[in-house]
C-alpha cells in the first residue's frame, strides 16, 4: 500500500458474475507518478485490463472507478471528481470517460478506496455498497424499474445511511440504451454512456459512505494554498450564478434551436426569472454550480426540478426541439430521473422532428405521436418510447444520430449533427468557433476534448490573458493542444473544472502545489503536469487507434453541423473548409502521423507511454 498522501492507497475489485470482491493496493509511486489518478489512473488500468477485441456488454468488459489525489481532500475547493473509464457504448470501440462531482467521488474515499474496478455480469440486479473500509454486493431487485431520484433515495433509506452518496441508473441504463447515465446526489450525473454498461451488468447502483480520510503530507500547506485557491474562486461567483439562471452563456455561442436550424431563441429562459432556486453545492467547494428549480408556472408548477450545472441538458432535452421557457427544466429533470443523457437523446429525436415536418414520416411511423417543434407532450412521450424501445422510431432514435438518420431514409442523413461519425457532439452551438469545432472533431463527443479559447474564456497561466478570435484557423491546433494539457491534468488529479478560477492569473500554480502539498511531490512541477495532460491525450489517440479509428473518422462529421452558422452572432461562421488543415495540423503539434493520427514512437517514448 502507497505511503503517499492524497491516496487511500487500496482499489476494490468485484466480480459481477462470481459476486466476488477482493482488495489490492494501488500501483506503485512511478505509475502514480506518471498517471496521477482519476482519468489517468483509469485509463491505464483499461489499457492494460481491457480485453481486445470484445464487445463492449461482454461480461469480461471492464469499468473502471477512480479518483485523484486532491479529490476529497476538503481543503481545495474542486477536489471532487471521479472519473468511470469504459468502452465507448455508442460507438463500441473508442475510449470513454465520464465525470462526476458533488459528494460521491470524496465519499468513495472516505469509505476506504481510491476507485473500483468491475468485470463480470450478475443474474439478477445488484448494488454495491463500499462503506467503512468494507464492500457488499446487496440485491437490487426492488429498484429496479424505478427512476434515479427515486432509487437513491430509497436505498440510503434501506441502508439507514441518510449521509451516503448512491450513484445510480433509471430505466435508460437498465435498457442498456447507448446514451445513458449514471446519476448521483441528484444534480450530478456520469453521461455518455456510462450507464448502458452498467445496466449491461446488471450493476443498478454504487452507494458509498465513511469516515476515513486521505492522508496529507503537508496539511497546513495544502490548507494555506486551498485559501488562496478559494479568494480566487469566491472572485468569480457570479458565473455560477449567471450560469444557474440561464444554463449556458448565450453570448459566447447562441441556443441550439430547432435542430441546429438557429441559434437564437428569444423566448428559451422565459419565466425563468420568476423561479426559486436553490442551490445544491459540492464537497467543500464555494461556487455550487448545480442547483434545484422550483417551477413557478405551468402544468408542472410547484414542482422541485432537480438539474445538472452547465447547459447541455437544457439545450438537448428542449431547445433542439424547439422548447422554451419553464418546461426547459420539467423535461430536463425528467431526462435526469430516467437517467438519460438529454443531449444526445434531443439531437437525435431532433432528426426525426425535422423529417416529419418535411413529411418524412408520418404519424403512422410515430405510433400517433406529432412531432412537431415545441411540444412539450411529444417530447415526452418519445422520451419514454426510447428509453424502453417502443416502436421502430425509438429504436432507431436510441441508436444515436448517424444511424437513425440512416433508418428514416430519403434525405434526412442531411439533418444530422455528429462526431466521429455516430457520436453527438457536446450540445452547444459551436460552429461559429472554430476552436470549439476543432476540439469536438479530435474529441469526439464522449471525449470531449477541450474546446480552446474562443468560447471558454481565458488561461493566462498557459498564454492565453485574453479571448482569441473565434473565426480564424490561426493558432487553433495549438490552442487546442494546451487546453487539452490543462484539462486532462485536472482530470487526473481529480479536480472539476469549473472548480477553478482558470481565468485568473497563478490558478494552475494553485493546483499543482496543491498536489504537492497533498502527496509530498515537492518537486512535482507546471511543466510535469502539462506532461501529464499531453500524456493523456495522446494516450487516448492510442487507444482509439488500436481500435480502428482513422483521421476519416475525425472528419466524418454531420453535415448540418458542417454548415454556416445560420444567424446571431458570427453569422456565417464556416469551418468546413479549414477543418482537415487544422486537424493535421493538431497531429503534428501533439507528435502523432500527420497521414493516420496514430501517435509516433518518439511522443510514446518520451510520455513514457510503455
Known amino acids: 500500500m502507497t505511503s503517499l498522501g492524497g491516496y487511500m492507497g487500496k482499489i476494490l475489485r468485484a466480480d459481477l458474475t462470481s459476486h466476488d470482491l477482493k482488495e489490492e493496493p494501488l500501483p506503485d509511486e512511478r505509475i502514480l507518478r506518471l498517471w496521477l489518478g482519476g482519468q489517468g489512473l483509469a485509463q491505464y488500468l483499461l489499457w492494460k485490463e481491457q480485453p481486445k477485441d470484445i464487445n463492449v456488454f461482454d461480461p469480461e468488459s471492464r469499468i473502471i472507478i477512480m479518483t485523484g489525489p486532491l479529490t476529497g481532500t476538503g481543503l481545495t475547493p474542486g477536489g471532487t471528481d471521479a472519473t468511470i473509464a469504459s468502452v465507448n457504448p455508442e460507438d463500441g470501440r473508442t475510449f470513454n470517460h465520464a465525470h462526476s462531482h458533488g459528494y460521491w467521488g470524496p465519499r468513495l474515499k472516505f469509505s476506504g478506496y481510491d476507485g473500483i474496478v468491475i468485470k463480470g455480469t450478475s443474474e439478477n440486479p445488484v448494488v454495491l455498497w463500499l462503506h467503512d473500509g468494507k464492500a457488499e454486493i446487496l440485491d437490487a431487485g426492488k429498484y429496479w424499474g424505478k427512476g434515479t431520484f427515486e432509487s437513491e433515495d430509497q436505498i440510503k433509506n434501506d441502508l439507514g445511511y441518510p449521509d451516503a452518496s448512491v450513484a445510480t441508473i433509471g430505466p435508460a441504463g437498465e435498457n442498456v440504451l447507448p446514451y445513458s447515465m449514471v446519476c448521483n446526489d441528484k444534480n450530478h450525473n456520469f453521461a455518455h454512456g456510462a450507464g448502458a454498461i452498467w445496466g449491461s451488468k446488471k450493476l443498478k447502483a454504487i452507494a458509498v459512505y465513511g469516515k476515513q480520510v486521505p492522508p496529507l503530507a503537508d496539511e497546513e500547506g495544502l490548507t494555506e494554498v486551498g485559501l488562496r485557491w478559494r479568494e480566487k474562486t469566491q472572485a468569480i461567483e457570479w458565473l455560477a450564478k449567471y450560469r444557474q439562471r440561464y444554463g449556458i452563456i448565450r453570448s459566447k455561442f447562441g441556443i441550439v434551436n430547432r435542430n441546429w436550424k438557429s441559434s437564437v431563441f428569444d423566448d428559451f429562459d422565459k419565466g425563468w426569472d420568476k423561479e426559486d432556486i436553490i442551490r445544491r453545492g459540492c464537497f467543500e467547494c464555494v461556487r455550487k454550480c448545480p442547483y434545484d428549480a422550483v417551477i413557478a408556472d405551468g402544468p408542472h408548477k410547484g414542482m422541485v426540478a432537480h438539474l445538472n450545472p452547465g447547459g447541455e441538458g437544457l439545450e438537448g432535452a428542449a431547445s433542439v426541439l424547439g422548447v422554451g421557457g419553464e418546461d426547459v427544466r420539467y423535461l430536463t429533470h425528467l431526462a435526469n430521473q430516467l437517467g438519460l443523457q438529454a443531449q444526445s437523446f434531443g439531437n437525435t429525436l431532433a432528426i426525426a422532428f425535422e423529417a416529419y415536418e418535411n413529411g418524412l414520416l408520418t404519424e403512422k411511423d410515430t405510433d400517433g405521436v406529432p412531432l412537431v417543434w415545441g411540444s412539450v407532450e411529444s417530447v415526452e412521450r418519445m422520451m419514454r418510447k426510447v428509453v424502453e424501445r417502443d416502436g421502430w422510431l425509438a429504436k432507431a432514435i436510441a441508436s444515436g444520430p448517424k444511424e437513425c438518420a440512416k433508418a428514416i431514409g430519403h434525405n434526412a442523413d442531411q439533418y444530422a449533427v455528429y462526431v466521429r461519425g455516430c457520436l453527438s457532439p457536446n450540445m452547444h452551438e459551436y460552429r461559429g468557433n472554430f476552436g470549439a469545432m476543432l476540439g469536438q472533431a479530435v474529441g469526439g463527443g464522449t471525449g470531449w476534448y477541450g474546446s480552446g479559447f474562443d468560447g471558454y474564456g481565458t488561461e493566462p497561466d498557459i498564454g492565453y490573458a485574453e479571448p482569441t478570435d ?107 473548409p479549414h477543418l482537415e488543415k487544422m486537424i493535421r495540423e493538431y497531429y503534428g503539434l501533439m507528435g502523432w502521423d500527420r497521414d493516420t493520427g496514430r501517435p509516433l514512437q518518439p511522443t510514446l517514448d518520451r510520455l513514457s507511454i510503455a
Open 470 to 576: 473565434p473565426l480564424t484557423t490561426e493558432g487553433k491546433p495549438m490552442e487546442i493542444k494546451k487546453h487539452n494539457q490543462t484539462r486532462q491534468f485536472y482530470n487526473a488529479a481529480g479536480v472539476c473544472w469549473f472548480g477553478i478560477a482558470r481565468e485568473k492569473e497563478g490558478s494552475l500554480i494553485d493546483v499543482v502545489e496543491s498536489l504537492h502539498a497533498a502527496t509530498g511531490w515537492k518537486n512535482f512541477t507546471v511543466e510535469e503536469a502539462l506532461t501529464v495532460g499531453e500524456r493523456l491525450t495522446t494516450h487516448m489517440r492510442l487507444l482509439d487507434v488500436e481500435h480502428g479509428l482513422t483521421p476519416e473518422v475525425d472528419l466524418d462529421l454531420g453535415p448540418r453541423f458542417m454548415e454556416p452558422k445560420p444567424d446571431g452572432d458570427r453569422k456565417g461562421g464556416w469551418v468546413k
